[in-house]
Each structure stands twice: as structure tokens, then as C-alpha cells.
């Protein structure tokens, strides 16, 4: 069945069900890896826990790249399906085992191992899904409502993990994690999507996965709007992610604010991209989108910089807010341009060079980050993040198919 033409995706039963299966499988991610954090910390020393934790990076790094080939070659339901159940069936296993006895950290490593695995195919699945559940002018709007969902997972996700923790211990939220990932799947049977073209049907089957691996890459790099789109999503990955991770909680630690003090900059940051997400959810398009992409990194980029220097712990937020806002908009214009300007064939694998990015090369800045802070102090690496951060919008302002991009009508 094709998607409903002529039906904003906000009013689309079909696109609700997406979106609600997408957030409820966020929050069971949100509260499965602070079940594996503390469950990690519980049976080893600090730095075992570190690399138990990050060692679901790894897989989901290497990997990525065969796994937008096998969501193109598959279809994205198929595949959204098949690993969300996987993920499912896993966590759940794990629980079981928790529950009766105390394995230490080899299986916490499995668990993390498969579960970074299988994101590897799930996520450039979950990237290509909304192109065939709607048509292309509802895409941008579907992108803010997934902005909006993984809004609302960060905010409720830690708290119902930590609350699993408190009654049950790590089992009991492993247990929740992956019942929460199981009310995902039957949503995502339910979910409608148009159905290949004949061109593109025998095209996933006349050829290996090692030229489509190929194809993919090509695509990305001969686009006048995809390949510097790509170089500008990098940049901002790496000037942002260490700040806002490593870097905040160091600031907070510097400037006496304490936990209480991170949260409500946090919550501050959130609020921001909340609101960017909220604003394309209900426009549905922006005019512009490339010079908007552009013209919002910029600024955002001097906030991050900015707050370093906030005099105190409200100007601190208030920068905060404004920083979610500026990168929200300009993250939620990127992905809306990605989704828009990649040919629907290729969408598996134009998600998975993104998610590359993101998922793979940005987190290498927060160990970088963190020592860079331990010799030079705040201020100045949060400055030269902010210039990388910067450099991004620089690209799309040089890059005139990028400039000039617009989306859909």
C-alpha cells in the first residue's frame, strides 16, 4: 500500500505509528544503556566500565556501511523489523539470566558487542523508513516529529531507567528496556510503505552487495548537495559532541555548579532543540533550508563558545537554550535536506555515511576533549570546538548546491 497522498504527515495514523514506535524504541534505548552503565560498575572497576560501555561503538562503527546495504537491498521495514526484534529478544535474555545469576562483565560485553551490531543494520534502516511511508513534501515534517521523539526519550528515558535500577536493579531495567523495545514491533508491522519500483526491485537483485557498497559511496560523493552536506553534518558532529558531553560536565565541576547545576543546562539545551523540532513538525517546510542550515551553525557555534564564559549558572542556560535552538535547527535542516535530496534507492546507505559520522568519528572528540581541558582549561577548547562547529556552516555557505538547496513543495 502507498502512503496517503495530500494528508500532512502530523494527521497521518500511518506516520504516527512510525513516530510512536521510533520514540518508544528510543526510550528503551535510553534506559538500556544506563542499565548496562550501572550494571557495568557494579561488577568492575570505573575504566572496566568505560569500555564495556563504549565497546557497542565498535560494531556499530564498522559495520554501518554494510548495514544501509542491506537495508536498500531488503527494505527498511523489513529490516527495522527484524532487528528491532533481535534487540528485543537479547536485552530480555539478558534480564532473564540477571535475574537467576551474576555472570560479571563478560556477558554485559556480549550484550554490548550484539547490540551494537545489530544497530549497525537497524539504524540506516530506521533513516530510510519515513521516504516510503510518506510523500517527499512531508519529509521535513517528519523529521522534526523524530526530533521530537528523541526529545521526549532523553527526558523520560533516564528517569524510567534509573527508577528500573532502584526497584529491581539491572536486571529489572534490562527487563524494561527490552519489553519497551518489544511494544515497537507490532507498531512497526502496522506501519504502511510504498512499495519499490520495478527499476529498483531488479536493480537490489542484479547486483552484489559489494557494488551497491560502491554505488552508495558514489552517490554521496558526485551529489552537489549530499557530498558537502556530508563534510557539514562531520564538522558540526565534532565541534558539538565534545562540549556537550565531556566538556559540560567538566565546566559544571570547574564553575561549582554541580550535578543539579549540568542538569538545568541540560535541560535548558533540550528545551532549544525541542523547540527547532516543534517548529518543523508543525511548518512542514522552511524556505531556504540550505542558507538556513548554514546561517544557523554559525551562531550556534559562537554560543558553544559563549558558554564557557557565561558569568553565571542562568546566563549559562539561557545560552544553553539558545544553543539547542541554533544546532537543532540546523541539524533538523541537514537531515530533512538528506532525506530529501538522496535518491530513495540509496537512502539506506546516504543514512549510513551520516550515521558513520555521528555515531562513529564525532564521539572520538569527547577522550580528546576531556584532555585537551586537562592542559588548557575550559574556555579555549570550547573556543576551537566552536570554530570546527563553525566550519560546517562555512562549507554550506561555499558549497552553492548545498546554499541554494530548498525543500520540497
Not at 21 to 44: E, I, K, P
Not at 289 to 303: Q, R, S, W
Amino acid at each position: 500500500m502507498s502512503p496517503a497522498a495530500g494528508v500532512a504527515a502530523h494527521r497521518d495514523p500511518n506516520v504516527l505509528r512510525w513516530v510512536a514506535a521510533y520514540t518508544v524504541s528510543m526510550v528503551g534505548d535510553m534506559v538500556f544503556y544506563l542499565a548496562l552503565s550501572w550494571a557495568a560498575v557494579q561488577n568492575g572497576t570505573a575504566a572496566q566500565a568505560g569500555i564495556v560501555t563504549a565497546v557497542s561503538a565498535v560494531p556499530r562503527a564498522l559495520l554501518m556501511l554494510g548495514g544501509g546495504v542491506v537495508a536498500d537491498r531488503f527494505g527498511p521495514r523489513r529490516v527495522v523489523i527484524g532487528s528491532d526484534a533481535v534487540r528485543c529478544g537479547t536485552v530480555l535474555a539478558v534480564a532473564a539470566v540477571l535475574f537467576v545469576t551474576d555472570p560479571g562483565l563478560w556477558l554485559l560485553a556480549l550484550l554490548a558487542v550484539v547490540f551494537g551490531t545489530v544497530d549497525a543494520v537497524f539504524l540506516p534502516a530506521v533513516g530510510a523508513l519515513p521516504a516510503q511511508i510518506t510523500t517527499k513534501d512531508q519529509l521535513a515534517r517528519v523529521q522534526g516529529m523524530r526530533g521530537l521523539g528523541i526529545r521526549f526519550a532523553a527526558v523520560v528515558g533516564a528517569p524510567l531507567g534509573g527508577l528500573g535500577v532502584a526497584v529491581g536493579g539491572s536486571a529489572a531495567a534490562f527487563a524494561c528496556a527490552g519489553l519497551l523495545i518489544a511494544v515497537s514491533v507490532p507498531l512497526l508491522v502496522s506501519v504502511r510503505v510504498r512499495e519499490p519500483a520495478p527499476d529498483e526491485a531488479t536493480a537490489r537483485n542484479d547486483t552484489t552487495a559489494w557494488r551497491d557498497l560502491r554505488a552508495g559511496l558514489r552517490h554521496v560523493r558526485r551529489h552537489r548537495v549530499l557530498g558537502p552536506l556530508m563534510i557539514t553534518i562531520a564538522l558540526g558532529d565534532l565541534g558539538f559532541v565534545g562540549p556537550l558531553n565531556v566538556g559540560l560536565t567538566l565546566l559544571a565541576d570547574e564553575r561549582g555548579w554541580g550535578a543539579s547545576g549540568m542538569g538545568w543546562v541540560l535541560g535548558g539545551f533540550g528545551t532549544g532543540a525541542g523547540v527547532a523540532a516543534l517548529l518543523l513538525t508543525v511548518r512542514g517546510r522552511v524556505p531556504y533550508a540550505g542558507l538556513v542550515a548554514a546561517g544557523a551553525i554559525i551562531p550556534g557555534a559562537a554560543a558553544i563558545a559563549a558558554l564557557a564564559y557565561a558569568p553565571g549558572l542562568p546566563v549559562a542556560v539561557g545560552t544553553a537554550v539558545l544553543v539547542g535552538l541554533l544546532t537543532g535547527l540546523s541539524g533538523a535542516m541537514c537531515g530533512a535536506l538528506l532525506q530529501t535530496q538522496a535518491d530513495t534507492a540509496y537512502l539506506g546507505r546516504v543514512t549510513a555515511v551520516a550515521g558513520i559520522v555521528s555515531l562513529g568519528i564525532a564521539p572520538l572528540s569527547m577522550p580528546l576533549s576531556a584532555a585537551a581541558i586537562g592542559v588548557w582549561g575550559t574556555g579555549p577548547v570550547f573556543v576551537v570546538s566552536a570554530v570546527v562547529c563553525a566550519l560546517g556552516g562555512v562549507v554550506a555557505l561555499c558549497a552553492p548546491g548545498l546554499r541554494r538547496a530548498e525543500l520540497p513543495k
